[in-house]
């Protein structure tokens, strides 16, 4: 089964300011539906206009659980060693054909031995060769500013330093793509900023009963 990709892309948002603090400024985003529903798994992420970014040595684990990938999307910065521990009691065998990531971890149980190092920022879609149904979806990106929202739509993204930003959003099926927006964080209070996104509805995939198989 290959997972599904879709182009990495931005969605317009309203510039804002946000409250600078001693550590940073806090910046928060809503993200909704064309109808006003609030949308889940939104990555958002602010790229510094000037380009420098601090390198943040990360360990990230995606967890097969259920016969489900846990979470449905990631979001690391460029450089980041990601786990994929097996909590079930059958085996999984987890790949990807992504160009940003190709890899694979063959049959196994348990912890596999090394990390995933996610070296080139992209998409990135998992999939399992033993369990069809199996999804998630990695963003590799080059800075450390970022989040994703949650079932209310909204993410919050702390310690970001006052600057020029390029605001990027993407989903993993979002239907259309937009041009990045620039938002400055700076002295003024903080407002939220709010976007509207329009994202097609997940596809069900049939998930036969757990057995005592191996697999």
Same mark, same amino acid.
Request: glycine share 6%.
């Given at each position: 089964? #290959?997972?599904?990709?879709?182009?990495?892309?931005? !969605?317009?948002?309203?510039?804002?300011?946000?409250?600078?603090?001693?550590? &940073?400024?806090?910046?928060?985003?809503?993200?909704? +539906?064309?109808? &006003?529903?609030?949308?889940?798994?939104?990555?958002?992420?602010?790229?510094?206009?000037?380009?420098?970014?601090?390198? =943040?040595?990360?360990?990230? +684990?995606?967890?097969?659980? %259920?016969?489900?990938?846990?979470?449905?999307? +990631?979001?690391?910065?460029?450089?980041?060693?990601?786990?994929?521990?097996?909590?079930?009691? =059958?085996? /999984? /065998?987890?790949?990807?054909?992504?160009?940003? @990531?190709?890899?694979?971890?063959?049959?196994?149980?348990?912890?596999? *031995?090394?990390?995933?190092?996610? %070296? @080139?920022?992209?998409?990135?879609? =998992?999939?399992?060769?033993? /369990?069809?149904?199996?999804?998630?979806?990695?963003?590799?990106? %080059? +800075?450390?500013?970022?989040?994703?929202?949650?079932? %209310? &739509?909204?993410? #919050?993204?702390?310690?970001?330093?006052?600057?020029?930003?390029?605001? #990027?959003?993407? /989903?993993?099926?979002?239907?259309? $793509?937009? $041009? *990045?927006?620039? !938002?400055?964080? &700076?002295?003024?209070?903080?407002?939220?900023?709010?976007?509207?996104?329009?994202?097609?509805?997940?596809?069900? #995939?049939? @998930?036969?009963?757990?057995?005592?198989?191996?697999?």
């Amino acid at each position: 089964m #290959r997972a599904r990709q879709r182009s990495f892309a931005a !969605v317009a948002a309203v510039a804002c300011m946000a409250a600078l603090d001693a550590g &940073g400024a806090g910046f928060e985003v809503r993200v909704q +539906s064309q109808a &006003g529903a609030p949308i889940e798994d939104v990555a958002v992420v602010l790229e510094p206009v000037s380009g420098r970014v601090p390198q =943040l040595k990360a360990q990230v +684990s995606i967890e097969q659980r %259920d016969r489900e990938f846990v979470p449905y999307l +990631s979001i690391v910065q460029k450089g980041a060693a990601v786990n994929f521990p097996n909590r079930d009691t =059958l085996k /999984h /065998h987890v790949y990807s054909f992504s160009p940003a @990531k190709t890899f694979e971890i063959k049959l196994y149980a348990g912890q596999p *031995a090394q990390p995933v190092v996610f %070296d @080139k920022a992209g998409e990135v879609a =998992l999939g399992c060769n033993i /369990h069809d149904w199996m999804e998630a979806h990695v963003l590799v990106v %080059d +800075s450390p500013w970022f989040g994703k929202t949650g079932a %209310d &739509g909204i993410v #919050r993204i702390a310690q970001v330093p006052a600057g020029r930003y390029r605001l #990027r959003t993407w /989903h993993p099926r979002q239907k259309t $793509a937009a $041009a *990045a927006q620039e !938002v400055v964080i &700076g002295a003024t209070p903080a407002r939220r900023t709010e976007l509207a996104l329009d994202v097609a509805p997940r596809e069900p #995939r049939h @998930k036969p009963p757990a057995d005592s198989g191996s697999y």
